[in-house]
């Protein structure tokens, strides 16, 4: 509904801040009245300045108004003038007269009053009498003798009591810019109250939406009348509604002359006045020289706030509004808590948690959209921002600016855009307008609206940013920037039942040069030595396979080398990072550190997803080669003796069992996925500490460190981060204890099952030839010491006493030694002839394809006879009885140890190195742990960065890993059936 002004009776309030960016902060309780020697000291409190202002020098003449916010003219002193303010002429009226009751006009006391000497006013009238001045005609009550006069008449049926009752009268006061004007009705044009002699004409009726525009009725119908009070004579009430409809038309404005657009009238009096216009007119755009609009970065870069922010003790936001309603009306400063600002309903403490200092803050929710038409749960009031500071030990305020997003200059929307050098930054803002869209105004001179509001307009996103003064480490802030983007719901669509969702957030940020200079050089210098240490790698490894020159293969495993080492590379800088900014984010006192956001935040994103993709490159690679590792068990067993003649007249010997083969091939299968930690208790202890004990509640966008949160507090975002570095330390804090337990008491003292399969081939009497490249394997030395293990129980138990009683040989290769495991380099001809026997039986199978496996004397007979083959040729270069092929057992140097590398060259004469007793665990998951314990944490955390949930995290990391190891133990069996000849129906 339209709002009816009277222009002349409405106090006039001023809102208009000078250009200082800041100013003491007064209110009106300060202005004194009293100077220290008692004499009359009238100040008033100017809302333009938000200072106490003096009443102009004939201060015998006038007085504060009661409210304080202007100076009216003393009892017996009429108007001469009365534009708000200072803006007051009084001049003192005759003797024996008083002032009219419209303060313009002095007048006689007669006819039931008498004039008052003290109080230097007419007396009142009797009961249910009013003073008159005017007769029912309009014309002034004449006195005895000539002049104006006060009567006290009861009121005629022609005239009412007003609202206060102390006046009679017959129609809407207007404020007679007509000079022709003499009666109450409007001859010619009544807009906001004011009658003007002939139509403006600015044919401005419509307020922006997202999309299109709107009529309202009340631009249409105040819009004439505020701009020509403002320009004309100055009038601040008239001022401030021309701001607020500027604000309400979202700052639009163009360099067009033409009186287009609200806004373009606002610049047109700013530049008509001079420098003169911030006297009068609210200072709603940050400009320069009233002109000119400044560059953004500019204001924002502004070092004026001395405050310094602290998390010990935590230290809040000390924002402030200044507050007025759609026609100018000044309500005050008062604080931005408990919701204010928020169009979301909570609990107190959640809502004030938006202004603690260094909680990232974020408030959404669902708001039935028909609730935006109660005006009295959502006023429109016009907010100007402060932040509250101390400056040279006196209470401050601060501008803060506004950031329009809807804001079109010239008809581009400017502050959308990424450079703040392109922005335009304001004063005020409003949160809900619910009364300017009304439609068109209905004819007569009421300016009622046709019909209720066809859109209400609301602030959808708030977000207030800080930034870090971090050039000075001491806890000061730039100028806080608050940003608000507007929408709009239609009353079709509210009746419908649509709902909307506006957000609050408040984020904090920081000059990040010297960190992304810090993450080029780590991640750079450490990226180089990765390659380095993984084309040195390549060496190694070419020199093990046999590989002489640079070729395909080479590539291949050199790509995977660098996958692994740079997933290192990187989960060591991304976890360092995100270890180093929760630490000292949380425990920070002064304020020097806020999170990384932006580019920053991505290229750190983009580190710890490189490393995951890296690392199952690596985890891939490492399972392909175990399954496809060449390794036999050789028997060492032999025939006992003859059973028989054969058909040609050679002896039949008694075959050895081939069951302790395919025992010692069966348990290699069993501890091929074998790790040293257990992988169900991992999960479960990560979860357990992390989402029940409550340590993934540090990972908080907030100062607050603590695990143990209050369910009523407001709860923080979740840094992704924050929650990547407890997951991770977590993970491998929980992993790190259970191989301590693993390594120092289980294997001690329950089962070691790498060196107990050792001591399984020992008594089998298998030794397992392990070739990890085509020169380079470890041996497992299974020679029994008994001679034999192809026997019964009892002659078992005998000669493992006498083993305990050291009546027998030691068990390693050489004489005397206890040396069983070995690193192997092997001559070239030996693994030429390796690959001459199982290429025969390759062959064969190709040739007799699946059918050959079911035929009597077809493949089978070939792997029999090529399993015998490579066993007494695996078995006499052991023996060295292979002239032109020898090893020789030796240890490594500390230098090759070191490099991970062997020296000599093994062309000729193969190598045998003392090992640590378990080396040949590089072929199994066993020997692996680190890798894939790294892959388990990234995997772990690369699922919760997704879905932000530890628990689903536990459980995917457990079926992911399990599914990794079920592809191993599959791929591993077929493997060992095709590389020892074990059926592998055997191995179960």
Known sequence: ???????????????????????????????????????????????????????????????????????????GYRYLTDFGGANVRCEKCPPQQARSADGWRCVTCQTGTSFNDQTQTCDPCPVNNVPVERQVNGRLVSAVGGGSAQDCQACTDATSLNEQGDRCVRCSTILKLNPNLTSCVCPSELKGG?????????????????????QSSYVEEHVEAAYVMCKEFQNMTACQILSNLCVLSWYEYDSDPRETKTCNLYKLISRTVGQEWNSFLPWIYYTENGLKFQEGDRILDDDKLTTEYTFSPVSSLEYRVARYTLNGTYLGISNVTDGRLQLCSDTTSRLNAAYTFGTYYEQSCSVPAIELWDTKKYQLEFYDLYIEFTRNGEQQLYSAPIKFNNLAYGGDRVNTGSSSRDWILTRRFFLVDNVVTTGRVTTGSTGSASSQPQYVRYAKSIEISVTLYSTLGNGRIYPPLMSVTYDQVSLASAQAGATITPTF??????????????????????????????????????????????????????????????????????????????????????????????????????????????????????????CTVDIFFIDWEKPKGAVGMKSDGTKKENPVSIWRTYFAANEWNEIQTCRKIN?????????????????????????????????????????????????????????????????????????????????????????????????????????SVYGKADTNMNEMFEMMKREEKDLVGQRGLLPNTEQQTFVMTLPRKLRLKYEEVLLAVALEGAAGGPQAMKEKGGIKEKQVEAYNVINKFLSTFIDHSLKKLDYQVRDKTLLESIMDTEFLDASEKGYFYNDDGHSFDQCLFYGNEITLLLFDTLLFCIIDLIATNFVLSGILTYVIVELIALVRDHGGRKNLAKKTLVDERFLI
């Not at 003449?61 to 409210?67: A, G, I, K």
């Not at 004011?194 to 709107?214: D, M, Q, R």
């Not at 290229?603 to 392909?624: P, R």
């Open 1 to 75: 509904m339209a709002v009816q002004l009277e222009w002349w009776f409405l106090l006039v309030l001023p809102i208009v801040l000078s250009q200082n960016e800041f100013i003491p902060f007064t209110t009106e309780s300060d202005c004194t009245t009293v100077t220290a020697s008692g004499q009359p000291f009238k100040q008033y409190f100017d809302t333009s300045l938000m200072k106490c202002v003096e009443c102009p020098s004939n201060t015998s003449m006038q007085d504060v108004s009661p409210d304080g916010y202007s100076c009216i003219c003393k009892p």
């Open 194 to 214: 004011i009658c003007f002699p002939t139509p403006i004409n600015l044919k401005i009726n419509t307020v922006p939406l997202v999309s299109g525009t709107a």
């Open 505 to 626: 957030k408040v984020k904090y940020s920081m000059s990040l040069d010297a960190y992304r200079k810090d993450f080029q050089i780590a991640v750079g210098t450490l990226s180089t030595l990765g390659v380095i240490y993984a084309g040195y790698k390549t060496w190694v490894w070419s020199k093990r396979a046999g590989r002489l020159a640079i070729d395909f293969a080479a590539i291949v495993n050199f790509v995977f080398f660098v996958s692994g080492v740079l997933s290192n590379v990187f989960f060591v800088i991304t976890f360092g990072i995100a270890f180093y900014f929760l630490i000292f984010y949380k425990r920070q006192n002064v304020v020097y550190l806020f999170l990384l956001e932006g580019t920053y935040y991505e290229e750190w994103l983009g580190l710890f997803g490189s490393a995951f993709a890296l690392k199952f490159l690596q985890v891939a690679h490492m399972v392909a080669s175990q």
């Open 679 to 783: 992988h169900i208790f991992q999960i479960f202890a990560v979860v357990f500490f992390l989402s029940y004990v409550g340590f993934e509640n540090v990972a908080t966008k907030d100062p607050n460190g603590q695990v143990v949160k209050s369910s009523s507090d407001y709860r923080a975002p979740y840094d992704p981060m924050f929650r990547y570095a407890v997951g991770a330390l977590v993970y491998l804090l929980v992993a790190f204890v259970q191989w301590l337990f693993f390594t120092l008491i289980y294997e001690r003292f329950f089962e070691d099952k790498v060196r107990d399969f050792v001591d399984l081939c020992s008594m089998a009497n298998i030794s397992v030839f392990i070739m990890h490249h085509a020169q380079y394997g470890y041996y497992i030395h299974g020679r």
